[in-house]
């Protein structure tokens, strides 16, 4: 069985995903390639020929000074691009934990279009905007049950932009009210 391959986690959130994949008898392995590098993306993609990629690059934003943010928005961004055209040309779907900065009063243009490039850049690609994982100053999402819904979205074949937060807390009432079935404790919508 090919692997699921994760890119850019947080080492909690890493230990996490590979939690709830080794749960789900997944095989899930760890990116540790520079991925604003092509040359070091396609090696990666060679020695892991992945069937899923999931970017959790985006959510180290949530943690960062605002003085660092522009300059890792851009590397993001980069790398984002770079992951979309890789999993295209590979047929890999790809994941990428965005930010619920995407929606309402703080709407940041940028990171929506850089949601849309990955989107059209990769059709199997998945954008899952989250809030901050439990233990965060933001309405918190349990990490195990958001890992728990990405996986089965991505097994569902799921696309586009979708919007998960903890079963009850809305997001943005600008949201989408189209659901999905819930999973767990993470409630699901498409946007």
Do not use: N, Y
């Not at 947080?10 to 520079?34: H, K, N, S, Y």
């Not at 929606?103 to 990769?122: F, I, K, M, P, Y």
């Not at 799921?158 to 079935?181: I, M, Q, Y």
């Amino acid at each position: 069985m090919k692997p699921i391959l994760v890119i850019g986690a947080r080492p909690t959130f890493a230990r996490v995903i590979t939690e709830v994949c080794a749960q789900r008898d997944l095989r899930c392995e760890l990116g540790g390639a520079d991925v604003t590098d092509p040359a070091a993306v396609g090696r990666m993609f060679e020695r892991h020929a992945p069937w899923l990629v999931i970017d959790a690059g985006w959510q180290v934003e949530l943690e960062c000074a605002e003085a660092d943010r522009d300059a890792l928005h851009l590397a993001q961004v980069a790398a984002g691009e770079l992951l979309a055209r890789e999993c295209a040309r590979r047929c890999a779907h790809l994941v990428s934990l965005s930010s619920v900065a995407a929606l309402g009063e703080t709407d940041d243009h940028a990171l929506v279009a850089a949601e849309q490039r990955v989107c059209s850049l990769c059709p199997a690609s998945l954008v899952a905007r989250v809030g901050a994982l439990f233990g965060a100053h933001r309405a918190p999402t349990f990490a195990p049950d958001l890992v728990h819904a990405v996986l089965d979205l991505a097994i569902d074949g799921a696309v586009g932009v979708w919007h998960l937060a903890t079963a009850g807390v809305t997001l943005s009432p600008l949201a989408d009210a189209r659901r999905a079935r819930p999973s767990s404790s993470v409630h699901l919508e498409h946007a």
